[in-house]
């Protein structure tokens, strides 16, 4: 899936080709984002003339807004935003966090009301993983809670244990439904699964150690990618810089990463240089 083409000597920066079911991304790579099935402003043929790689969807606002029904109807996310190359999808954990007088967190899930008309909701490991499968992503995320800039040690340590059972529930969940779709053999239901890629998601707020040991537990998980998130929600940027230097030593080298919740140009060379 990931093949390291070269890393530079005097920095961390590599290149990459990443391979998926709907093209191939040369890496390092931005994502433009396209929260609820679209990219604000800018048409599917232009992001082509831009050379975008790929795009992101949010899984819960497309859960919440037009709903699963409808891009079930259009045959997923691709065919629904008219765009044949890969696409990434978010399960939510940022936006739900950004919720936070409306969500009641528990070892379940994320309990939540519908920020459209209020409905309570529940967002689970193993319902955010049944959603992004039904939107057919190349790249699907893990849930994981986005915890404040502002939270102490405790609370990050708590999160960051969270977020890591959370994974695990994430990977079990698609890969008992990678092998009913295989032992069924319906092709056509086996494929967008069997070739959906999950990217783990290391936690752990602005603390160096919790940083660290979030990176291993969730790479001894497995995961086909890596993603460093709780950053820029708040911090100071050098303390943003510090949090991906404490995780990026434990990341394998031979998997691709990504610095979510970021896109400065001056941000997207920082983290390049950073691996």
Not at 56 to 63: K, V
Not at 192 to 219: C, E, H, M, N, W
Not at 237 to 259: D, F, H, N, Q, T
Request: glycine fraction near 8%; charged fraction near 25%; include cysteine.
């Amino acid at each position: 899936m990931f093949e390291l083409l070269a890393q530079d000597r005097q920095t961390k920066a590599r290149r990459g080709r990443l391979t998926m079911a709907h093209g191939v991304i040369e890496t390092p790579a931005f994502i433009p984002v396209g929260t609820q099935g679209s990219v604000k402003g800018v048409s599917p043929r232009e992001l082509r003339e831009l050379d975008a790689q790929i795009i992101l969807g949010n899984a819960y606002h497309l859960f919440v807004r037009p709903g699963l029904d409808v891009i079930r109807h259009f045959g997923g996310l691709h065919r629904f935003m008219k765009w044949n190359g890969p696409i990434l999808t978010d399960s939510g954990g940022y936006q739900i966090f950004s919720l936070a007088r409306l969500r009641k967190i528990t070892e379940e899930g994320v309990h939540f009301q519908n920020h459209i008309d209020g409905t309570p909701t529940l967002i689970s490991p193993e319902i955010a993983m049944e959603i992004q499968i039904t939107l057919s992503s190349d790249i699907a995320m893990v849930l994981d809670e986005c915890a404040p800039y502002s939270c102490n040690y405790d609370y990050a340590a708590r999160s960051a244990e969270m977020t890591a059972r959370w994974a695990a529930r994430c990977k079990k969940t698609v890969e008992a439904r990678v092998s009913r779709a295989f032992s069924d053999n319906a092709a056509e239901t086996a494929t967008p699964t069997a070739r959906q890629r999950v990217f783990g998601i290391v936690q752990g707020a602005t603390f160096d150690d919790l940083r660290k040991s979030s990176a291993q537990t969730i790479v001894d998980l497995n995961f086909d990618g890596y993603a460093i998130g709780g950053v820029s929600v708040g911090e100071p940027e050098e303390e943003m810089m510090r949090a991906v230097e404490s995780a990026e030593p434990c990341l394998p080298k031979r998997k691709p990463r990504y610095a979510m919740g970021l896109g400065t140009p001056p941000q997207l060379l920082e983290m390049v240089a950073r691996g």
